[in-house]
């Protein structure tokens, strides 16, 4: 039982250390590669993060209460 978790655990170092280096990054797809150099897109006005393509909420108005 204790060799497996040793052998367990030097696997998981052995990954560790290739993530490291980033050499597993380069065997991803292209499609998981492509998230990760995508530029975060703020908004000029406001400065917060702009999620979808829909725009800011600032330039649409405050919304009315419930």
């Known amino acids: ?3 497996v ?3 367990f655990l030097v696997v998981i170092v052995v990954l560790a250390m290739f993530g490291k280096l980033g ?3 380069t065997l ?3 499609s998981l590669r ?3 150099d995508r530029k975060t897109v ?3 006005d406001c400065r917060r993060h702009i999620i979808g393509r829909s ?3 600032c330039a649409q108005g405050p ?3 419930g």
């Open 1 to 3: 039982m204790i060799k």
């Open 5 to 7: 978790v040793t052998l």
């Open 23 to 25: 050499w597993l990054g």
């Open 28 to 30: 991803a797809p292209k």
């Open 34 to 36: 492509r998230g990760l």
């Open 42 to 44: 703020i908004c000029k």
């Open 55 to 57: 725009g800011c909420d």
């Open 63 to 65: 919304k009315p209460k």
